[in-house]
């Protein structure tokens, strides 16, 4: 059996909508360990942007944020102190750094951990086997809820998976 690397720490934010204007609802992550953090995220009173169709993808309206969302300072100590000094990688990079940037702005502090981009750990057998694999392990863990701790599930699982199917994949000659 090939030797599995060590599970990395995965993050997922969803967020009011895409592009100008948007901001983080809600952060979950899991740990390479398996165990879970996902937090909502009361929204500042200048963020106001808010997307329908967003809304229908993550299901989470805004009245609930106001009466279930966590501020953004404490939102921001709590990953800080969960996540401080690790690298942690997302699908989803360049809108996760944004958002994330605008809660810590928000919260006048700075990330003390290391956002990248999961595709660094990807290799070509697993880049090719990547959206089957993710298909397949929504399906296995019966995770169709689109939330920021559960998307984070999914990937961690994809990439253990993809890596193990990888790994026992005779070498190619060259």
């Known amino acids: 059996m090939p030797h599995a690397l ?9 967020a009011s909508g895409f592009g100008r204007g948007s901001y983080p609802i809600e952060v979950g992550f899991i740990l390479p360990d398996g165990s879970s953090f996902c937090t909502l995220i009361r929204p500042e009173a200048d963020w106001q942007h808010w997307d329908d169709n967003a809304e229908r993808i993550h299901g989470v309206e805004r009245s609930v944020l106001q009466v279930h969302g966590k501020p953004v300072g404490e939102v921001c100590q709590e990953i800080n102190r969960r996540l401080h000094g690790q690298s942690v990688y997302s699908d989803g990079w360049s809108h996760d750094y944004s958002w994330l940037g605008r809660l810590f702005d928000a919260a006048g502090s700075f990330p003390v951990f290391h956002l990248k981009d999961l595709r660094e750990l990807l290799g070509p057998c ?15 863990l019966n995770m169709r809820r689109h939330r920021a701790s559960t998307d984070a599930r999914i990937l961690q699982e994809t990439l253990r998976v993809t890596r193990l199917q990888c790994a026992m994949q005779p070498a190619q000659l060259d």
């Open 6 to 14: 060590p599970l990395p720490t995965i993050i997922d934010i969803e």
């Open 126 to 140: 697993e880049q090719a086997l990547w959206h089957a694999t993710r298909d397949e392990t929504e399906t296995r």
